[in-house]
């Protein structure tokens, strides 16, 4: 009777069993939230950082978040691919002109159509000589999300001051020469990169106004080739790529053209000649200007994405001034110290106040490559006629005009 009991007893405790753990699977699983995509072009620390943000923002929204690294090498490839396949991330970073290319591909939001009141108070906050690169024909398919200047570095124990003009410029580098030193370009050498601020500051420009018709068979643009090939074949600058950190620590290149991150790695690699060095703006050209070179990334969204409203919501976020300074830090850490678009954010970045003047200056009279289709294409173009004056004494006047009718063949 016992033994019966305890069968009994038995049987019924593992036929509660089966039924809860039967209840239990038979309960609906809690639905995973959807998700937010983003690739960002960069290391994969400034991806952990963004991801670190985008844990803040969605928290207690409905949908997840996610952002993944890619590098710039892959990047475009890897785009391309993903618009080709119909499996395009939510949110992209990109090099400044991509989102015009990947916008007339179909594949981005027209920003500036779906969010017209955002837009137009974002382009009112940042940098306006980035708008070049990011606008054309009033369709916007990403906007600008940091930004790298260029800049003069100086060793201010060998130069009284750096020079403010062209023929200030001139003068510094042919008394240099005498002393068997030079200036050197440490980002933009014998490039279209390095010939840009010369073009802008002679008053020219790749393209007319509209970006139908390239505009490089001008006086001014005569003026900008023939300088910057002298700075080569006369005055010094060295055809070879010798690193910003060597020329200045050394003393050789004691005047060099680079971007604003050299300014951390400065410190990291030059310890010694700490105090020694500043940065300066551009040399002002004929035309009054000290336009530089603006680099950096833009962040869009692809039409493919199922989470628009939550993706605009998330870019917005990133436009904070705050956020834009969390950013920044950010990107120092992984060497790459892209500076904020947003103009309100340089109030609370961590700079000293010598620098952040100088690099606040040089953005607002900076700019970045058109917005025109084709210009990708072009850019071998532009190239290949410099190097060409440069190294072939090829004649500037011709090479111009040869280059204007190539540039206008691949406008799109």
């Known amino acids: 009777m016992k033994l019966y009991k305890a069968r009994a007893l038995f049987f019924m405790s593992a036929l509660f069993l089966v039924c809860h753990y039967a209840r239990a699977f038979a309960a609906p699983a809690q639905k995973a939230r959807p998700e937010v995509l983003m690739w960002l072009v960069g290391s994969e620390s400034q991806a952990k950082a963004v991801q670190e943000l985008g844990n803040e923002f969605f928290k207690d929204k409905d949908t997840s978040f996610r952002c993944e690294a890619i590098s710039?090498?892959?990047?475009?490839?890897?785009?391309?691919t993903s618009i080709a396949g119909g499996v395009t991330p939510d949110i992209g970073t990109m090099g400044l002109t991509w989102g015009t290319e990947f916008g007339y591909l179909g594949a981005m939001v027209d920003l500036a159509k779906e969010f017209p009141q955002d837009i137009k108070t974002i382009k009112e906050g940042i940098f306006s000589g980035l708008w070049?690169?990011?606008?054309?024909?009033?369709?916007?398919?990403?906007?600008?999300?940091?930004?790298?200047?260029?800049l003069i570095?100086?060793?201010n124990d060998i130069l009284a001051r750096p020079p403010a003009t062209w023929q200030e410029l001139e003068e510094t580098l042919l008394n240099l020469k005498k002393q068997g030193k030079g200036m050197l370009f440490d980002w933009g050498s014998m490039s279209w990169i390095g010939f840009?601020?010369?073009?802008w500051q002679a008053g020219g420009d790749f393209y007319n106004a509209a970006g139908t018709q390239a505009s490089l068979d001008s006086e001014s643009a005569l003026a900008a080739l023939k300088f910057f090939g002298r700075l080569y074949t006369e005055l010094g600058v060295p055809k070879a790529q010798i690193p910003l950190e060597q020329g200045l620590r050394t003393g050789d290149f004691p005047i060099a053209v680079s971007g604003n991150w050299k300014i951390d790695t400065l410190r990291l690699f030059a310890p010694e000649i700490e105090g020694k060095w500043s940065i300066s703006l551009m040399p002002a050209g004929p035309a009054g200007k000290r336009t530089a070179f603006l680099g950096g990334r833009i962040i869009g969204i692809f039409n493919k994405s199922k989470h628009k409203k939550e993706a605009w919501e998330f870019i917005k976020f990133l436009f904070q001034p705050q956020t834009q300074a969390k950013l920044y830090e950010a990107s120092r850490v992984?060497?790459?110290?892209?500076?904020?678009?947003?103009?309100?954010?340089?109030?609370?970045?961590?700079?000293?106040?010598?620098?952040k003047a100088v690099l606040k200056a040089q953005a607002e009279d900076g700019k970045g490559p058109a917005a025109v289709r084709g210009w990708d294409e072009s850019t071998r173009f532009i190239e290949d006629a410099i190097q060409r004056?440069?190294?072939?004494?090829a004649d500037p006047g011709a090479e111009l005009s040869r280059l204007?009718?190539?540039?206008?063949?691949?406008i799109k």
């Not at 606008?135 to 790298?148: C, H, N, Q, R, T």
């Not at 840009?196 to 073009?199: H, I, M, V």
């Not at 904020?340 to 010598?354: F, K, Q, R, S």
């Not at 004056?389 to 004494?393: C, P, T």
């Open 334 to 355: 992984a060497e790459d110290s892209y500076l904020p678009t947003v103009i309100a954010a340089w109030d609370i970045l961590p700079l000293p106040a010598d620098l």
């Open 196 to 199: 840009a601020p010369y073009l």
């Open 153 to 155: 570095f100086y060793r």
């Open 72 to 80: 710039w090498a892959d990047a475009h490839t890897k785009y391309l």
């Open 404 to 410: 204007n009718q190539q540039m206008n063949k691949e």
């Open 132 to 150: 070049n690169s990011v606008e054309y024909k009033a369709m916007v398919y990403g906007i600008p999300f940091d930004l790298s200047v260029q």
């Open 389 to 393: 004056v440069i190294l072939q004494q």
